[in-house]
């Protein structure tokens, strides 16, 4: 799992995350919520070591990572995949994905995986990764991260910039990744989307926690939307 203990951190001396605390347990999704400017981008991005906390700590099942560098993260088992669909566009999807490989790994195997629910990766394998759309992009970026079966698996907006109808594909993905003992820590701002596939919420609001609880019962309370709408 992912721990999170007393978390702070910012940008020079601006403190964006205050005493944040939170858990993602392996074979689960956990999401992050709030709205913009709340902090959310800035705690993966400190999750992943782009960011250095100023307090805290960070373990990865029980390791700790706190302050490592990102690809000193990446060893530990930790991996972001960043909004903005971050691929190597001059490079074919064959070598995006063959990147995200740390070692001699079945890699067929774990396409036949990412084909299964991504069958134009399939298609596209020997394309220039320019050549695929937006939403297309996004599901190269995750497969590329899938091929490395990190421990931990933080994403940032994946729905940003694609089409409607390719969100649940891609929120499934996840769901079926977390579901063979990944911890998968998600930031959506498609919130009526994400909460049908998460288990866990957590709730940013000025760089504070300010809810948390399992996805059925705040859906069921409606503690969200009295959250973002007021009552």
């Given amino acids: 799992m992912l721990e999170v203990k007393g978390l702070e951190a910012g940008y020079g001396r601006v403190p964006i995350l205050r005493d944040i605390n939170l858990v993602a347990p392996k074979g689960e999704l956990t999401l992050v919520l ?19 906390p100023t307090a805290g700590t960070v373990t990865v099942n029980g390791r700790d990572v706190t302050g490592l560098a990102p690809e000193k993260m990446v060893a530990n088992g930790l991996r972001l995949v960043l909004d903005g669909h971050r ?105 009526d989307i994400a909460l049908r596939y998460a288990d866990n919420v957590h709730v940013l609001r000025g760089g ?3 809810l948390t609880g399992s996805a059925a019962s705040l859906s069921e309370s409606g503690a969200i939307e009295r959250l973002y709408l007021g009552d």
């Fill in 208 to 210: 504070e926690i300010v």
């Fill in 34 to 52: 709030g709205p913009n400017g709340a902090g959310k981008s800035t705690l993966l991005r400190t999750l992943a070591g782009f960011n250095r």
């Fill in 87 to 191: 691929v190597f566009p001059r490079l074919s999807v064959r070598d995006n994905i063959r990147l995200g490989v740390r070692g001699p790994e079945d890699l067929d195997t774990r396409l036949k995986d990412v084909f299964e629910v991504f069958p134009i990766l399939r298609e596209k394998f020997d394309h220039a990764a320019s050549s695929l759309s937006g939403g297309q992009q996004q599901m190269l970026a995750l497969a590329q991260a899938f091929v490395a079966r990190p421990e931990v698996l933080l994403v940032d907006e994946p729905s940003l910039g694609i089409a409607e109808m390719l969100i649940p594909t891609i929120l499934e993905f996840l769901k079926r990744w977390a579901g063979v003992g990944t911890a998968v820590l998600l930031v959506e701002q498609r919130i």
